[in-house]
Every structure is written in C-alpha cells, then in structure tokens.
C-alpha cells in the first residue's frame, strides 16, 4: 500500500463519506469550514505520512462534512515549497483527496495584485498560470503511479467550472475579475522588478502556492478551479511595505464573499 493510500484510508475510517470536492483554504481563508454541516475535523499530524502547516494563518486540519448539499473535503491550510517541502511533498495532499474519491478540486488563495486595475478585496478566477519557480511535483518516479508521464496541461482550470463561476458571482452581484497567476516560491515578497517581469509576461496576479496543488490534480484525474483573493496590491505598485498581517487581514475581511462563491460553485455543480 503506497503512503498516499495508507492516509486515504486512515480519512476515510473517520469521515465514513466519500467526497465529491476536495477544497483548499488559503491563508486567512478558513471560515468555510467552520460552516459545514455535520463537520469531522482531523488535525494533519494524526493522518499517517501527511504534512504539517506551519504558514501563519493556516489552521492545519481537513475538515469532511456538507456544504450546499455536498459532500466536501476542505484543507484549513496548505503546505508551501518555502516550507521546505519537496515537490513530491506538495503533490502527497491532492493524490490523497482524489483517493477519497473527490472529482472536483476548488483551490484559493491569498495573492498579490499585479494587475493595476485590482484593488484589495478583489476576487480573480483563475484562467491560467505561470510556474516561475523551475520546480515541478510531478518529477521522479514516483508519479508514475498516479498519472501519465507528460500529462497535458492546456487546460489546467477546467473551462466548465470556470463559466458556472461566473454565473454564480452574477448571480450574487460580486465582481470577478479573470486573470493569471504566477507562482513563486517565497517566503520572501517579490521585489518591485520581479513584479515587473511578471506583469510583462502576462501575470495578473503573484503568489507561493496554488501552481503545484492544480499540477498535480489535474495529473491524477481532477477538475480543477482556481480562484485569488487580491489581498494587497504587488510590491512597486503602492509606496508602502507589504506585510503578512496586512495579507491575512484582508483575507479574513473579504473571505465571506469568496466563502459565498464558492457555496455557489458547489450547488450548481453538475451530480457526479
């Protein structure tokens, strides 16, 4: 039994339910979880080989239960490759979620706006990224055993999700921007050049997670969407220092709307 299947099976004895979404909680993004209902919580250092979170404003606990009728998974915190996790460390989590059965996979973020029309606040589907770090959680052997060698990746942010998105944000009157995402390792914020660079190459939005998570979903079979909280506006743009605390306050102000969102996305999903 491979490690990835040990822990799914260690879930699965507690939550006795089988997923139909598996959702990530970026940083300050947690408030979902605590509104599921029917909600068993499972703390990441009991779960067999699982990483633990250290970033701040991550809770470190899946969370099973139902919201908007479905049976969901959420991920109160994420792991980071500045966390000194390896690649094959950051694919572990979402080989896990698609063993339990999770088909749909429903990724957020806390980012920085590169686009100069953003503001703080603002929610950015994902269209697209840009992998900036040359790492990859698909090398090694090791992958072989969950997907294809060279798997495509045309459409990483499954095009279906991303209209029904849209109609949900309409239909709840939110604004949503559309954009791309561009990956850094971290920790420390870029610097006013590379997100210069970022923006000349097509970034609307910077980050340190999200691009491994979507990579390695997509290669073991789930669809993916993905979407940003623009917590604070990129380094260069605004004549102030960027901070964590600024990051995870504005994430907890505006993380309802994102909440609401995603509560949409999960009633209006299409039955398995």
Not at 161 to 172: M, S
Not at 193 to 220: F, K, N, Q, W
């Amino acid at each position: 039994m491979t490690k990835e299947a040990e822990a799914a099976a260690y879930i699965r004895e507690r939550i006795h339910s089988s997923p139909e979404a598996a959702i990530v909680l970026g940083s300050g993004l947690g408030g979902l979880a605590d509104a599921a209902e029917g909600a068993t919580a499972i703390p990441y250092k009991e779960i067999p080989h699982f990483p633990v979170s250290t970033a701040p404003g991550h809770a470190g606990r899946l969370v099973a239960g139902r919201v908007s009728g479905r049976s969901v998974i959420m991920m109160q915190g994420r792991f980071h490759f500045y966390e000194g996790y390896s690649g094959l460390e950051l694919s572990f989590a979402p080989r896990v979620l698609r063993a339990l059965g999770a088909q749909v996979f429903i990724l957020t973020n806390a980012a920085g706006g590169v686009n100069l029309s953003f503001a703080p606040g603002d929610l950015m589907l994902i269209s697209d990224h840009i992998n900036l770090t040359g790492q990859n959680p698909l090398r090694g052997q090791e992958s072989l055993a969950f997907g294809p060698r060279f798997p495509d990746m045309s459409n990483v942010y499954d095009p279906e999700l991303r209209a029904l998105a849209r109609r949900c944000a309409q239909d709840q009157n939110t604004v949503l921007r559309e954009g791309v995402y561009a990956w850094f390792t971290g920790p420390s914020f870029e610097t006013p050049a590379e997100i210069r660079m970022a923006r000349t190459l097509g970034a609307d939005a910077v980050g340190m997670s999200t691009v491994p998570e979507a990579i390695a979903g997509v290669h073991c079979g789930m669809r993916v969407i993905g979407i940003s909280l623009i917590a604070n506006m990129a380094a260069g743009i605004l004549p102030q220092p960027i901070t964590s605390e600024e990051v995870i306050t504005i994430s907890q102000e505006k993380g309802p709307k994102l909440s609401s969102l995603i509560t949409g996305i999960l009633a209006g999903m299409k039955p398995a």
